[in-house]
């Protein structure tokens, strides 16, 4: 079965700097998505992206963060300035339409430490 | 706005016991309401779906869930539980009307089987 990978699998970084998640969607799906889980958290939904271009993002999505996609096959997350509470497992996730019949794939995640 | 409750933040049973996990939901319109599941180590997978319809939705592995709109609750059950479903379960909800795939999670219960 198609899978969503995400490399790396833990991404430790220093407060201030600018940390990329990479992301593999499975390759004939359309809509791709970023959520995130706070230790401890709720898994919380930040972005979805379609057309090559942001159709949903919550508050926490501010200009510190972006999403890409480079080429045909990678989704990416790029935090610019990583601050403390940064530190969260990072999910990818896509669907090859929205709606009812397209459930969210989700890869394993990036566990991101902000230190 | 969209906020989903689970009950039970730790579950501990013995194999073969019966399990339901609670799960309410704040939304006033048409919703989807989804349960994933998280086995150690893996990424979160779809166990199963309700979009319209009869509400008691069968799922993968035994599991199943019945949507009572009057109490906006989408509880998971399971007959006998076995030591493998030991992981985190989560209950996810989006808008019916929403073309964005957003989902709103629920906050996960860690569910322990005892062999």
């Known amino acids: 079965e198609p899978e969503v990978t995400q490399t790396p699998s833990h991404q430790v970084t220093q407060m201030g700097q600018e940390v990329i998640l990479r992301c593999v969607p499975i390759s004939n799906h359309l809509y791709f998505y970023w959520y995130r889980q706070i230790l401890g958290q709720k898994v919380e939904f930040l972005v979805s992206f379609y057309n090559n271009e942001i159709s949903e993002k919550s508050e926490i999505f501010d200009d510190q963060f972006s999403v890409e996609r480079p080429d045909g096959s990678n989704f990416t997350l790029k935090i610019r300035s990583t601050k403390l509470e940064d530190s969260a497992m990072y999910f990818c996730a896509s669907s090859e339409i929205t709606g009812q019949s397209s459930p969210l794939h989700f890869g394993n995640g990036t566990r991101l430490t902000v230190t | 706005a969209q906020s989903v409750s689970q009950h039970n933040h730790h579950v501990i049973l013995s194999e073969a016991a019966s399990l339901e996990l609670g799960c309410n939901y704040s939304?006033?319109?048409?919703?989807?309401l989804f349960w994933y599941v998280q086995y150690p180590g893996q990424h979160l997978q779809l166990l199963l779906k309700?979009?319209?319809?009869?509400?008691l939705v069968k799922g993968i592995k035994g599991f199943e869930a019945e949507f009572i709109k009057s109490k906006f609750s989408f509880n998971l059950r399971k007959p006998s539980v076995q030591w493998s479903d030991t992981a985190e379960y989560f209950c996810?909800?989006?808008?019916?009307?929403?073309?964005?795939?957003?989902?709103?999670f629920g906050q996960g219960t860690t569910l322990q089987v005892k062999p």
């Open positions: 996810a909800v989006s808008s019916g009307s929403s073309n964005t795939g957003k989902l709103i």
């Open positions: 309700y979009f319209s319809g009869d509400p």
């Open positions: 939304y006033g319109g048409t919703v989807n």
